[in-house]
């Protein structure tokens, strides 16, 4: 479990939810964690809730509804806390249950699922905020250690045969399709891995953006494991 995340000039470590939503994004950095060891055995809530689909999104009704030991409920508290101070803030949290995404496998010379390095983009101005309870956590990029997919020769190439039109719509074409979002990790890149029960904002494409936008991707499940993440 990595601490030591203020070691990394691209996030921003905080001990309140207030300055989790406060802290402006400048220079370098584009995360900000709310760093947090939660009591709670959230295991207890994940072998209780019932996998409907491989995302199954679990409503607060539905946390409600679980018989839970004294440290399943301490666990269950913290969840619903979270969801609640983030719906007050005015963001749109979904709790899921995950046993895995949806994979692409359209292309055998780039992934856009989210397994692939990307950012979130938005017309408007937001942030994504994410935190896993249990289960394989997500990773994020520092920005110079990844380099955009869209610009390795050979890649770019195979995207340009793909695209068969007009070259002065290709750009276009690359961001309809969002290959332009997805990222590859440069040789020796570092990841930070986001780690479990921390808050985290990253920052998202958006127009008003003064920021590099946050490079991040989903983990590979544990195997026999399903995952529980907060994210909106």
């Known amino acids: 479990m990595n601490n030591?995340?203020?070691d990394h000039h691209q996030i921003g470590?905080?001990?309140?939810?207030s300055e989790l939503v406060n802290t402006h994004f400048q220079g370098t950095m584009n995360a900000v964690c709310w760093n947090r060891?939660?009591?709670?055995?959230?295991?207890?809530?994940?072998?209780k809730l019932r996998l409907k689909e491989n995302i199954t999104e679990v409503s607060a009704e539905d946390l409600l509804r679980l018989e839970l030991s004294e440290q399943g409920n301490l666990a269950r508290a913290i969840i619903l806390?979270?969801?609640?101070?983030?719906?007050?803030?005015?963001?749109?949290?979904?709790?899921?249950?995950?046993?895995?995404?949806?994979?692409?496998?359209?292309?055998?010379?780039?992934?856009?699922?989210?397994?692939?390095?990307?950012?979130?983009?938005?017309?408007?101005?937001?942030?994504?905020?994410?935190?896993?309870?249990?289960?394989?956590?997500?990773d994020i990029l520092p920005n110079d250690q990844g380099e955009q997919k869209i610009l390795i020769p050979e890649i770019r190439e195979k995207l340009k045969e793909l695209h068969d039109?007009?070259?002065?719509?290709?750009?276009?074409?690359?961001?309809d399709c969002f290959f332009d979002l997805h990222y590859q990790p440069k040789p020796n890149a570092e990841p930070v891995n986001l780690g479990l029960g921390h808050l985290w904002r990253l920052a998202v494409d958006h127009p008003e953006q003064k920021v590099l936008p946050c490079v991040h991707r989903a983990p590979v499940e544990n195997e026999g494991e399903y995952r529980l993440l907060l994210i909106c």
């Not at 060891?37 to 072998?47: D, M, P």
């Not at 803030?89 to 692939?116: H, M, Q, W």
């Not at 070259?167 to 690359?174: A, I």
């Open 165 to 175: 039109g007009p070259e002065e719509e290709f750009e276009t074409f690359l961001k």
């Open 81 to 138: 806390n979270d969801l609640q101070i983030l719906a007050d803030f005015g963001a749109s949290p979904t709790l899921n249950l995950l046993k895995c995404y949806d994979r692409d496998e359209e292309f055998d010379f780039i992934s856009t699922d989210v397994y692939s390095y990307h950012v979130d983009r938005s017309p408007v101005g937001t942030d994504t905020f994410l935190c896993t309870y249990y289960g394989a956590s997500s």
């Open 37 to 47: 060891n939660l009591n709670g055995n959230f295991e207890e809530i994940v072998s």
């Open 4 to 6: 030591t995340f203020s």
């Open 13 to 17: 470590v905080v001990s309140t939810f």
